[in-house]
């Protein structure tokens, strides 16, 4: 690959992977986080971030003299070094990739809560025979000023167009994105739900009609999709708003539930709290799981995603919903009329951020007997698990879960007991 000739490019021998989706490295002295490598490599790295006065540099591996066993042809090269984010390790064989986020989830939860585990990363079913690809059901593409789609680059405003998207599944790559021309600065989104129905595109949010060519202004136009999973012999449809949280991997709603009730045990007669419940699918199949006698309180903030869990659970006389910032109704300050005082166990959901002091303070409070934290950053969850243990909870059980190949990024679910 050609450089910039204005962009300095180091000789470097490359160390361990961290956390982010970069490989640590030492330049003269000075830590270097270098993307697009692997460990035991030597490379020629073009700087992108660097300067006298900072801490650290970032660098993209342009050129490999020594390579990894674990390195293959990009099967993405658009999100290669200089490309767009999200395929930061389109060079990297799966099982590489699943070996790389073991060890970055070892070393957050040996640096942040003090545990010194080796949980091996699971792959889902179906992506080995994918090869890693097809298996977003989601995607989000942003159009340039000339109104061609593309993706931003990495830590960067500037939109890269695309002609393709690998990750895409294949009722999205069979979608009309690349080829048309939208209005410039739109945010376009595809969904393709599990239930088989017809694909929906949204511009800003709002229904496009592909084969007319334009924004769909009927009142009755489609704006939420049917989403469905099966856990043993029970199905669950969802309806979820098209531009609503929904987790994004084909195989990772079914999966995830299969977790959480496993990592619950027998809930029967319980009283469980579903933490950032979404849509509601977590909610749905505790409220069997813990069946006439017991009850689940549903808490979300998010109003898009409470209308449809009403409207997904309305039928259940089990669940109580509560609309709200999950710590504050924790403690009481919003839905004080129907305080949550009590729960034999937790399931909680956070964002990337994780739940954080107040919230785990929160249901540390209620002196549940479980919690089943479902995390989908490391760092957050080894800070969290440490914060659990400062309140008398350790760790029973872990797993993890590849459900983002091609990227750094993993899903987990801890099992806490007092």
């Not at 990894?68 to 200089?82: F, L, N």
């Not at 994105?177 to 949010?205: I, K, Q």
């Not at 999709?225 to 079914?254: D, L």
Request: proline share 5%; glycine share 12%; aromatic share 6%.
């Amino acid at each position: 690959m050609a450089t910039d000739p204005q962009t300095p490019v180091v000789e470097l021998e490359i160390g361990p992977v961290a956390h982010g989706g970069h490989c640590v490295a030492r330049h003269e002295g000075r830590v270097v986080f270098v993307r697009h490598t692997l460990p035991g490599e030597r490379v020629r790295a073009r700087l992108t971030d660097f300067g006298d006065t900072a801490k650290f540099w970032r660098a993209d591996a342009v050129e490999v003299l020594d390579a990894s066993p674990d390195r293959v042809e990009s099967v993405w090269p658009a999100a290669g070094p200089g490309g767009v984010g999200g395929g930061e390790l389109a060079h990297v064989s799966l099982s590489g990739q699943r070996a790389w986020k073991t060890a970055v989830l070892a070393e957050q939860l040996q640096r942040l809560a003090k545990l010194d585990l080796d949980v091996p990363v699971q792959a889902a079913s179906g992506d080995d025979e994918r090869g890693g690809l097809g298996w977003r059901t989601r995607i989000d593409l942003v159009a340039d000023a000339e109104g061609r789609a593309g993706m931003h680059g990495f830590r960067s405003h500037t939109i890269k167009i695309l002609d393709s998207m690998p990750l895409a599944s294949e009722a999205i790559a069979a979608l009309d994105l690349f080829g048309r021309r939208w209005t410039a600065g739109a945010r376009v989104e595809a969904v393709a739900p599990s239930s088989g129905d017809t694909p929906m595109v949204l511009v800003d949010e709002a229904p496009f009609d592909l084969g007319r060519g334009r924004m769909d202004g009927r009142t009755n136009a489609r704006t939420a999709v049917r989403e469905h999973v099966q856990v043993g012999e029970r199905g669950y449809t969802f309806r979820v708003a098209g531009a609503g949280f929904w987790q994004v991997h084909r195989e990772a709603p079914e999966l995830l539930v299969k977790a959480v009730l496993a990592g619950l045990g027998d809930v029967d007669g319980a009283a469980v709290l579903d933490l950032y419940a979404g849509s509601g699918l977590f909610t749905a199949p505790l409220s069997d799981a813990v069946g006439e006698t017991g009850e689940v309180v549903s808490v979300e903030g998010d109003a898009r995603a409470v209308k449809d869990a009403r409207r997904n659970l309305h039928d259940r006389g089990n669940v109580e919903l509560h609309s709200g910032d999950v710590a504050q109704v924790l403690t009481g300050r919003v839905d004080a009329d129907s305080d949550v005082v009590h729960a034999d166990a937790v399931v909680l959901d956070p964002p990337r951020t994780g739940a954080g002091r107040a919230v785990v303070a929160g249901i540390t409070a209620l002196r549940p007997e479980r919690v089943v934290y479902v995390a989908c950053d490391p760092a957050a969850l080894a800070r969290d698990i440490a914060l659990f243990a400062a309140d008398g909870y350790g760790l029973a059980d872990l797993r993890a879960y590849d459900l983002f190949p091609m990227t750094h990024h993993l899903e987990a679910i801890a099992v806490l007991t007092r």
